[in-house]
């Protein structure tokens, strides 16, 4: 399984940035693989949040384009909403005491750990995750 963060499908839909390519093919080949991919709520909130807001893109979509496109993911045979388990709360708690920060971090610490719990690695743009021990990320390729 892979846990994908916000920015990459935010990059996947914003044609003006410069990582919209290789995020787009990515995303497109990921999602028509055999390979989970999971897209956990914070980051379908966070497209949602910030793909319609006119202060932090220049085309922003409306609420519909937007929702739509969740929609079209999550109908993806290769998407799942990756849950939290059971051990979360402790597996995030240990995560942010052993960064000995929390702050911005929260929500990397959170991805961080789902993808632990689902022994999954997480696709993102954002180096923070390096910070987590034992969590493997990588670039989306």
Known sequence: MVIVDANVLLYAVNTATMHHDVSRAWLDRALAGTEVVG?????????????????????????????DQVTRWLDEPAAVIAEPTTRHAAILTGLLRDTGTAGNLVNDAHLAALAIEHGAQIVSHDRDFARFAGVRHRLPA
């Open 39 to 67: 897209l956990p709520w914070l980051s379908l909130v966070a497209f949602l949040r910030i793909a319609t807001n006119r202060r932090a893109v220049n085309a922003p979509l409306s609420v519909d384009e937007a929702a």
